[in-house]
């Protein structure tokens, strides 16, 4: 299986703020990964997928880059909806696989 | 506007089977698969796989194979996952979620089933 990990696992920060999120991959996925926000309680929402690809209705301040093992997930300037927790997934290979999450909080 | 409603929460004895339910509206079911995922008390997620409606054919991860089972009713687009021989640590909530044929992402979820697994 592919393990994916992200860093950093929990990340404060505050209104305005530039946020980078970073998911490697164990194996080169190419650019099949995809990014999800998750609000506590709540099913996650598509972000990103094929790394780059803003999913339609997303705000413009998230972007996504990276291909092979590396990605990246920026939010240009954070707002008070944004604080969840971020996951990755490759989709790959199967099993299809997340990374642990990154908890994005209030600083 | 696409949604995708889940049964309700179960609460079951170790080594029994739990089967939830997920309805379809507002697209064309057999146009898209329906993937599975679960997400333990606190924890990640974890992908157990995908059956497209269409087809029939699915996808288990190795880890639920031989305990896990997707199916579908078309005439009522409802998409099924049936996991048998229950154990504590699958107390979790299980979400359906749609993707593309092809493109494997998960763009529309059910609002999450829990399922306590508890003697």
């Known amino acids: 299986d592919i393990q994916m990990t992200q860093s950093p696992s929990t990340l404060s920060a505050s209104v305005g703020d530039r946020v980078t999120i970073t998911c490697r991959a164990s194996?080169?996925?190419?650019?099949?990964l995809a990014w999800y926000q998750q609000k506590r309680g709540k099913a996650p929402k598509l972000l990103i997928y094929?790394?780059?690809t803003l999913e339609s209705g997303v705000p413009s301040r998230f972007s996504g880059s990276g291909s092979g093992t590396e990605f990246t997930l920026t939010i240009s300037s954070l707002q008070p909806d944004d604080f969840a927790t971020y996951y990755c997934q490759q989709y790959n290979s199967y099993p299809f696989t997340f990374g642990p999450g990154t908890k994005v909080d209030i600083k | 506007q696409v949604q995708l409603v889940q049964s309700g929460a179960e609460v079951k004895k170790p080594g029994a089977s739990v089967k939830v339910s997920c309805k379809a509206s507002g697209y064309t079911f057999t146009a898209y698969n329906i993937h599975w995922v679960r997400q333990a008390p606190g924890q990640g997620l974890e992908w157990m796989g995908w059956i497209n409606p269409n087809s029939g054919g699915t996808n288990y991860a190795q880890k639920f194979q031989g305990r896990v089972t997707m199916t579908w009713d078309t005439s009522i687009s409802t998409a099924y996952m049936e996991l048998s021989r229950l154990r504590s640590d699958d107390t979790a909530v299980y979400y359906c979620?749609?993707?593309?044929?092809?493109?494997?992402?998960?763009?529309?979820w059910g609002q999450g089933t829990l399922v306590t697994v508890s003697s």
């Open positions: 194996q080169s996925i190419s650019s099949w």
């Open positions: 979620a749609r993707s593309e044929i092809v493109l494997m992402v998960h763009d529309y």
């Open positions: 094929r790394a780059s």
